[in-house]
């Protein structure tokens, strides 16, 4: 990529890039607390690289010789939650046929990283503010309570103030976590990020599936990436963009055509015409598709079809691969027709 501007963040191995006030205003405040001990809570919605910062945290800390534990509240059921994060003797419940150490004894001296924070059962949340107050954590079946040297980290997507007005979180645990509070930005608002993210993993699977060099972005293609809402943040771009790399057959061309939506296809399952609410997926294929102009804005007629016109000729063309014949067919024109296109809209240029 050539070298970076001053004020760049990049952390290669991890996909943590970025050129954007408000992406950086949140790598300097983690890195600011990271030689803290205190707990550190950051919110953000999925896909903005909470678990990043959480490794941040930990490697400029005075711990980052120690073990990072990284635990996923939302992956285990509400049984099992407690006997992972603070052990359990042998014969404590039905299963146990052996004492096992939790993930606070594991992460002794180090790091415990708690994903997905606001999913944990009442239950679990008492037992943990005690293990942040007094640094001691009790196996499931012992009565014997074990010191622990851990620094918590916990991340959530949850309006977690809110959880505790309403009851549903401990409201002393969110004091005891909150110390510092990091709240990521979504990638919609990280200005100019997302081009450099694209391109950063654009270049990245072209060479990984051995291309000679990197033809970049057509210019529909770009504007596609910028006007995207992004829901799925950096994790769904990275994968928007390596996908369509890696399905784009000729190097020498920029990148003309993305898929936002993988599952989109003529011979997807039937959707029951009952279904009361859009899923995520249908969501962003909406999202995927040519914008329509604000109506309520619209004060050149002549100019609001020829632009619209324009977008649905350059997403067709793009879909198709640039395939003339192919687009024709698909919008329902005659090849000489949409060759008129082309060359009115500008358009042979982008080929």
């Not at 954007?20 to 001990?37: H, I, K, N, Q, Y």
């Not at 599952?263 to 959707?271: H, I, Q, T």
Request: glycine residues 8%; proline residues 6%; aromatic residues 8%.
């Amino acid at each position: 990529m050539g070298k970076f501007p001053i004020g760049w963040a990049v952390e290669r191995e991890n996909q943590f890039i970025g050129q954007s006030g408000a992406f950086l205003d949140a790598v300097e405040r983690a890195s600011r607390a990271a030689p803290m001990r205190r707990p550190v809570l950051v919110v953000g919605e999925r896909g903005t690289g909470k678990e990043l910062i959480a490794e941040r945290l930990h490697r400029l800390s005075p711990r980052w010789g120690e073990p990072l534990v990284i635990m996923n509240c939302a992956a285990l059921p509400e049984t099992l939650i407690e006997a992972e994060l603070f052990g359990h003797e042998a014969g404590a419940f039905t299963g146990a046929t052996k004492a096992r150490v939790g993930r606070f004894e594991e992460a002794d001296k180090g790091t415990l990283f708690l994903d997905e924070l606001g999913t944990l059962s009442m239950g679990a949340q008492e037992r943990l503010l005690r293990a942040v107050e007094y640094g001691e954590v009790t196996r499931i079946g012992s009565s014997r309570p074990i010191s622990v040297d851990v620094r918590i980290v916990a991340a959530t997507n949850e309006d977690l103030p809110r959880l505790a007005d309403e009851g549903q979180f401990r409201s002393d645990l969110l004091d005891r976590l909150s110390f510092e509070v990091i709240t990521l930005p979504p990638l919609r608002v990280r200005e100019g990020d997302i081009g450099v993210l694209a391109e950063y993993f654009g270049r990245r699977m072209a060479a990984e599936i051995g291309w000679d060099r990197w033809p970049g972005f057509a210019e529909n293609v770009a504007r596609q990436l910028e006007e995207h809402p992004w829901p799925g943040n950096v994790r769904e771009l990275r994968n928007v963009v390596e996908r369509g790399v890696y399905r784009w057959d000729n190097w020498e061309d920029p990148i003309g055509h993305l898929v936002f939506d993988p599952f989109d296809s003529p011979w997807k399952p039937f959707e029951p015409a009952a279904r009361k609410r859009m899923p995520a997926a249908a969501q962003d294929q909406a999202a995927a598709q040519p914008i329509m102009p604000d109506l309520e804005r619209v004060d050149d007629l002549k100019g609001a079809v020829e632009a619209h016109e324009r977008m649905i000729v350059e997403y067709a063309l793009g879909k198709h691969r640039w395939n003339q014949r192919q687009t024709a067919k698909a919008l329902g024109l005659s090849y000489d027709q949409l060759r008129h296109c082309i060359k009115k809209h500008g358009l042979a240029d982008g080929e």
